[in-house]
């Protein structure tokens, strides 16, 4: 898909009109408390948000950047570090791209994972980054550099990417959390009863420590209104090139020149503004001043349905998330856990855990992928029924003929696994009970059809 593709579409060229008519008004105040600090943030507006731009950055001593919050500040960076990355690529200076694109990292937060690849790769990094600029810059999804297995794409990489492209918007949670957030006021408003998958933006959940309490939230999904997860590579940098084009379509719209957006030099300009005021009103969707109170707020909390949560549900104070089996709706907890340590659940409040480790989520994935494909599976998973043969293949059997245990574990493994987005849900089912369907984007398939669940769980537990 081309961007001229893109934004010709109906459901994107309503969205882009509505939202050029909305960036002054009320429709986008909000407020919330940050949790460095315990500062209140309010907002009148979007343009008010981008006013009220705030990112505390470290100071840079090797450009002679000191330590700032200001939106002049982290300008003042982004464009020192533009200039460091853009010269870098064009001199072939695999030291010098490595060095600013560390830099950003820093500025960013988000050194974990990124700056070790960038020195794994160190003496390549001018191919790599420039062919993926170029690739970029063509304005086209399908474009060679997007399916190669060196691509890395983050939200770190999603900076780097941002300052060597044209037009090119940084796409993180928090950009992620305002957008999907417009898009559900724009279907309320518009009267259309699901998000379009135009529009279907993918969000991330806030980079917190396992047992933070009351973490800020991202997932702007609403009752019938849900977004899918973001995932690391190729489905990302697609998706960042949609919401560039976007934006870009916003800030150069007829309505927007009656905004104060337009009181900014260029189409460029505006796109960096929007792109900041989306960053401040993303970081937390939840009204946290007045929590419980008026419609923000009853707006912004999502209940939990008697299906499974869409995204990882309200965290309890040690980090565990809420969910609801599919057949019955029996609630229970889980936790996605990082060194391989695959997904753990336990009754509510309650201490006794429940392991799944990788070798059996992949190997009871692996099963499914040779047995189904793309075609749909049901839970048949009774506990008795399983080892006498006396059920349909499904996923109980899988699980239970590769690992060994009771299929009935399988109940919470399947709302799990719908949970984070590794199963579809089947609207068609060809029978009452419920059935799913592998997601592809999120399977981690190697040439030889082995599965591993392991980068995925761990962008989601990064929310990178």
């Not at 893109?6 to 009320?26: G, Q, R, T």
């Not at 690739?135 to 060679?144: F, K, L, V």
């Not at 229970?332 to 340590?341: M, T």
């Not at 060994?404 to 109940?411: P, R, V």
Request: proline residues 5%; neutral net charge; glycine residues 8%.
């Amino acid at each position: 898909m081309n961007k001229s593709q893109y934004l010709a579409m109906k459901e994107v060229n309503a969205f882009v009109a509505w939202k050029s008519a909305h960036l002054d008004d009320a429709t986008f105040a909000h407020a919330y408390t940050l949790r460095t600090g315990n500062e209140p943030w309010t907002c009148t507006s979007l343009f008010n948000a981008y006013e009220k731009y705030r990112w505390t950055h470290v100071a840079l001593p090797e450009y002679g950047l000191e330590a700032g919050s200001s939106f002049a500040s982290n300008l003042l960076v982004l464009d020192t570090l533009q200039k460091e990355l853009r010269e870098g690529l064009v001199a072939g200076d695999n030291g010098r791209v490595l060095m600013a694109a560390t830099a950003v990292m820093n500025w960013g937060g988000v050194v974990n994972g990124n700056v070790p690849w960038l020195n794994a790769w160190r003496e390549d990094l001018c191919r790599i980054i420039g062919e993926t600029r170029d690739a970029i810059n063509a304005g086209d999804t399908d474009q060679p550099p997007f399916a190669r297995n060196e691509l890395r794409f983050t939200s770190g990489m999603s900076k780097v990417y941002s300052l060597v492209c044209d037009g090119f918007a940084i796409y993180d949670s928090r950009v992620a959390a305002a957008l999907c957030h417009a898009v559900v006021l724009f279907c309320r408003e518009t009267g259309r009863d699901c998000v379009p998958p135009d529009l279907n933006f993918p969000w991330a959940a806030a980079r917190t420590s396992p047992n933070a309490v009351n973490p800020p939230q991202r997932n702007a999904s609403q009752d019938e209104y849900t977004f899918q997860r973001l995932v690391r590579g190729r489905p990302y940098v697609v998706w960042n090139m949609k919401v560039s084009w976007l934006l870009s379509a916003i800030a150069s719209h007829r309505s927007t020149q009656d905004s104060a957006f337009a009181r900014l030099d260029s189409t460029a300009q505006r796109l960096r503004a929007m792109e900041a005021a989306l960053f401040m009103f993303g970081y937390d969707l939840v009204d946290r001043p007045n929590r419980g109170q008026g419609a923000g707020a009853a707006s912004l909390m999502r209940v939990i349905s008697d299906g499974p949560s869409h995204d990882q549900g309200s965290p309890t104070e040690d980090g565990w998330a809420q969910c609801k089996t599919a057949a019955h709706g029996t609630p229970f907890e889980y936790r996605l856990v990082p060194a391989a340590a695959g997904i753990h659940t336990r009754d509510v409040g309650e201490k006794p855990l429940f392991r799944f480790s990788d070798e059996e989520l992949n190997r009871t994935l692996q099963a499914l992928l040779r047995d189904f494909g793309d075609l749909p599976f049901p839970l048949a998973n009774s506990v008795d029924g399983v080892p006498k043969g006396k059920v349909p293949n499904g996923l109980g059997t899988a699980f239970w003929k590769e690992t060994g245990k009771s299929a009935g574990h399988t109940s919470r493994l399947a709302a799990v696994l719908q949970c984070i987005e590794i199963f579809k849900a089947c609207e068609n089912a060809p029978t009452a009970a419920k059935y799913w369907s592998l997601n592809r984007e999120t399977l981690h398939v190697d040439g030889f059809g082995n599965v591993n669940i392991r980068p995925y769980l761990d962008a989601v537990i990064q929310g990178d």
